[in-house]
């Protein structure tokens, strides 16, 4: 089993930037792809960010020039700048495996932006 862990999520004013990261660790996978997505309540998960195996992004048309997803190795990275009220959610880390084919997620973490 692949476990996910995020870090970075918490508190920050409009207009103010976090960088979210998500570390990979456990069985042995073949990587197709690791991103973002965020969910807010009474929503369905959104795409944020994904980054292919061959480094092709993606970005959802809400967050093109804001955020920037990066990856190295088993560790993928989103940069959030100029932060607004919607892009309050919950931010969930995915990998998506081509050995074992299968998706995973990390129980996610909280990004508010307020003030």
């Known amino acids: 089993q692949v476990q996910l862990v995020e870090s970075g999520g918490g508190l920050v004013q409009p207009g103010g930037s976090l960088r979210l990261s998500c570390v990979a660790s456990g069985s042995e996978f073949v990587l197709a792809s690791m991103g ?5 309540p009474g929503k369905e998960r959104e795409l944020v960010a994904d980054i292919s195996r061959g480094g092709v992004t993606a970005y959802a048309d809400s967050v093109k020039g804001r955020f920037t997803i990066s990856r190295d190795k088993e560790t ?3 940069q959030m700048s100029n932060l607004g009220p ?3 959610a919950v931010y969930y880390c995915n990998l998506r495996s081509l050995m074992p084919f299968a998706d995973y997620w990390g129980k996610g973490t909280a990004v508010t932006v307020s003030g």
């Open 86 to 88: 919607e892009d309050t």
């Open 76 to 78: 993928v990275n989103l």
């Open 36 to 40: 973002w997505y965020r969910q807010t």
